[in-house]
């Protein structure tokens, strides 16, 4: 397909358990952003890849949370021990390039469940 | 800060009224405004967007937007609602002019449910 993609699309998990969260961005797209959205919340940024750059990790809740992207495509989300309010559905998106002013298309999302 | 705020966690409306969905926001440069739409199972889709130039913007499935400055405001309008128009609404600010940042801050959502 086309779109972004995330996998897997729902994950339970025990508290304490790390979780492995995977995107597939738009091939060609050298932006890439994690999001979450937690129930009645918002989206909150989590982190932002640009190219080669260093990333933009200001949104990360946690020394808990990482991510990388290798090879500048896929990207994987990381959460160590998680915890029952780490539950949300995390986003991914990408864009063309750097700047908002980059469409972001988003993928359908990763839905976390801590118990 | 920068900061989005949705006044309403809720609206519903009839098939066919008009719709107006409210957005404010605080931002520390003239600021890239958007308005996203999310259907249940769906990932976020751009409805429109605001850069700059002519204030009353459109966008996809008949919606339009309308930036006000002095009032730090995108609200979203649609004329005639649809019942496939029930969904969750973001609005979302960022960036600005020379800005290099792609971070986007999101309101909480709408919720907009259409009765028949």
């Known amino acids: 397909g086309a779109g972004v993609s995330q996998s897997p699309s729902n994950k339970v998990t025990e508290k304490g358990k790390d979780v492995e969260l995977r995107c597939d961005p738009i091939?060609?797209?050298?932006?890439l952003y994690w999001y979450r959205q937690s129930l009645g919340q918002g989206l909150e940024f989590l982190i932002y890849?640009?190219?080669?750059?260093?990333?933009?990790k200001s949104g990360l809740p946690s020394d808990r949370f990482s991510a990388e992207r290798t090879g500048g495509s896929v990207s994987t989300l990381t959460i160590q021990r998680t915890q029952q309010e780490d539950s949300a559905v995390y986003l991914c998106?990408?864009?063309?390039?750097?700047?908002?002013?980059?469409?972001?298309?988003f993928g359908p999302g990763t839905r976390l469940t801590v118990l | 800060a920068q900061s989005v705020t949705q006044p309403d966690i809720h609206i519903t409306v009839s098939e066919g009224a008009s719709l107006e969905l409210r957005c404010n926001y605080s931002?520390?440069?003239?600021?890239?405004l958007f308005w996203y739409v999310q259907s249940p199972g769906q990932g976020l889709q751009l409805l429109l967007k605001?850069?700059?130039?002519?204030?009353l913007v459109q966008g996809i499935k008949g919606f339009e937007a309308e930036f006000k400055r002095s009032q730090s405001s995108f609200n979203l309008r649609k004329p005639s609602v649809h019942w496939s128009d029930a969904a969750e609404y973001f609005c979302?600010?960022?960036?600005?002019?020379?800005?290099?940042?792609?971070?986007?801050?999101f309101g909480r959502g709408t919720q907009l449910t259409v009765w028949p």
């Open positions: 998106a990408s864009s063309l390039g750097q700047g908002v002013n980059n469409e972001q298309f």
């Open positions: 091939s060609g797209h050298t932006a």
């Open positions: 890849f640009q190219g080669n750059s260093a990333p933009d």
């Open positions: 931002y520390g440069a003239t600021p890239y």
């Open positions: 605001y850069f700059s130039g002519d204030t």
């Open positions: 979302a600010v960022g960036g600005g002019r020379g800005s290099t940042l792609g971070r986007l801050y």
